[in-house]
């Protein structure tokens, strides 16, 4: 297994200190393209040396179970020592997916949004805010409701990366029916025509967001693990 190179940069925690401060990220790193890319808190660099030293040898020892373990536990402790919970989205690690061109199948009830629909929302997505910021949504319309959502985490201006981040949220009642599938299609295939490439990253034991994914024909890009804590109330 090829070691990986490790490139490393400090992050401002002046906000650790900041009692108005309402989120702290100590640790976040993302390896891709054979490189692991730290982005930490200069007081959290003991720990960080740590992490590496036990587990730096190469991407499966650095996004294991027993390193995001070790990791929750001890940058755990040290975002207590500053008044903050560590988040559960910190227990495990998340991967990027890029997709390239759409795979999947635009249902007829996919359409694109522009703000000013009359239609129940059931997935709780501010549509009217994210429209007239520049952000791209598909919906499925299904009776009248908004079903499923795929949206761009960004507005699309001239300035946006290349790649571009998407979610998707589907309601309860109309999960497992392909909406979700055919909202993303539809999102893609548009930013692919725009010169985009879509990236969907889900947690890796969230196996529904994988398999929607790999389904896609999407290909690991990057994998991501950060600790994230919030003030403790």
């Not at 991967?95 to 635009?106: N, T």
């Not at 599938?181 to 947690?203: D, I």
Request: negative net charge; charged residues 25%.
């Amino acid at each position: 297994m090829a070691k990986l190179k490790t490139v490393m940069k400090q992050r401002d925690e002046t906000w650790l200190y900041d009692e108005t401060a309402e989120v702290a990220v100590p640790f976040e790193m993302t390896v891709r393209g054979g490189e692991a890319f730290i982005e930490y808190y200069p007081t959290a660099k003991p720990l960080v040396d740590e992490f590496l030293q036990k587990f730096g040898a190469c991407e499966a020892f650095l996004l294991s179970a027993e390193a995001v373990k070790w990791a929750c536990e001890r940058f755990g402790a040290f975002l207590e020592q500053h008044g903050f919970w560590m988040s559960p989205d910190s227990e495990d690690y998340y991967i990027g997916y890029a997709l390239d061109e759409p795979q999947g199948q635009i249902l007829p009830e996919i359409t694109r949004l522009a703000g000013d629909e009359t239609y129940t929302d059931l997935t709780e997505t501010d549509i009217e805010g994210l429209c007239a910021g520049g952000y791209i949504i598909y919906a499925a319309i299904v009776d009248n409701n908004i079903a499923a959502v795929a949206n761009t985490g960004e507005p699309i201006a001239e300035e946006t990366p290349r790649e571009v981040e998407i979610g998707v949220d589907t309601a309860e009642k109309y999960r497992r029916r392909g909406y979700g599938k055919a909202c993303v299609t539809a999102l893609v295939r548009e930013l692919h025509e725009r010169g985009y490439t879509a990236v969907y990253e889900c947690a890796s034991e969230n196996t529904a967001s994988v398999g929607l994914a790999e389904s896609l024909g999407g290909k690991a890009a990057y994998r991501k693990f950060y600790i994230v804590g919030f003030r403790d109330e």
